[in-house]
């Protein structure tokens, strides 16, 4: 089983919608979670830190369920420039810092 | 302020031969981070140093290798490139070590090698 899973995708969704996806993580001792934004053929950049209480960025709603191991993100009233890869990044300290990364969510948004 | 840097942007090689990546971190972050992206692929984390030390290293051989200098830019080098090593290399850099384990990493735009 890899250590952080998602669904490649691609979800199509129209201009508008809302659209939520999720990722799984095998280590328990996971610490620190992540949602990174991807372009195509650019660097990732960090979207936004998920924290346990779940938090809201504008559009953006991130949540943590660590009794199954997931995280999750919304995006509301989704706008063409949100498509994107949508990359999950986990961190446990017992895996000596190592940041793992999913292998991406790809969201096209559709007029 | 200035972001991480890369260099080369791209750079061909042939089989066997060495690649040598290098990357420069955001003022003030301690420690740096390389990512391999294959075509396709999601990012497989390949080497971390902080304070000029390795601290860990992902699941490649012994042929990739790096190093940070005092003034906390890295090196990659990879040896006796195989067709596979044709990938998207990015460095990214943070300003805490471990304390948290919250880190954020902001990446460089990436060294694209390609192998023939």
């Known amino acids: 089983r890899k250590e952080v899973e998602q669904d490649p995708g691609p979800f199509n969704v129209p201009e508008g919608a809302t659209v939520a996806f999720n990722c799984t993580y095998s280590?328990?001792?996971?610490?620190?979670f992540f949602w990174y934004r991807q372009d195509c053929r650019k660097e990732p950049k960090l979207l936004m830190s998920?924290?346990?209480s779940g938090n809201e960025d504008g559009r953006f709603t991130a949540q943590l369920n660590r009794a199954s191991q997931y995280i999750s993100l919304l995006i509301r009233d989704s706008k063409l420039s949100d498509s994107a890869t949508y990359l999950c990044?986990?961190?446990?300290?017992?895996?000596?810092?190592?940041?793992?990364f999913g292998g991406g969510t790809r969201v096209l948004v559709k007029p | 302020e200035a972001g991480v840097t890369q260099s080369p942007t791209h750079l061909i090689k042939t089989r066997g031969q060495q690649a040598t990546l290098r990357c420069s971190p955001i003022?003030?972050?301690?420690?740096v981070y390389w990512y391999q992206q294959a075509l396709g692929l999601g990012l497989q984390f390949l080497l971390w140093?902080?304070?000029?030390?390795?601290?860990n290293r992902g699941n490649f051989p012994p042929r990739f290798s790096g190093r940070q200098f005092p003034n906390y830019s890295s090196e990659l080098n990879v040896n006796a490139l195989e067709l596979e090593d044709s990938a998207l290399y990015l460095c990214?850099?943070?300003?805490?070590?471990?304390?948290?384990?919250?880190?954020?990493?902001?990446f460089g735009a990436g060294s694209r090698l390609t192998v023939l």
């Open positions: 990214a850099s943070s300003l805490d070590r471990a304390i948290s384990g919250a880190n954020v990493l902001t």
């Open positions: 280590n328990s001792a996971s610490q620190s």
């Open positions: 998920v924290y346990s």
């Open positions: 990044v986990v961190n446990g300290r017992a895996a000596g810092n190592k940041l793992t």
């Open positions: 003022s003030g972050h301690t420690s």
């Open positions: 140093y902080d304070e000029g030390e390795e601290r």
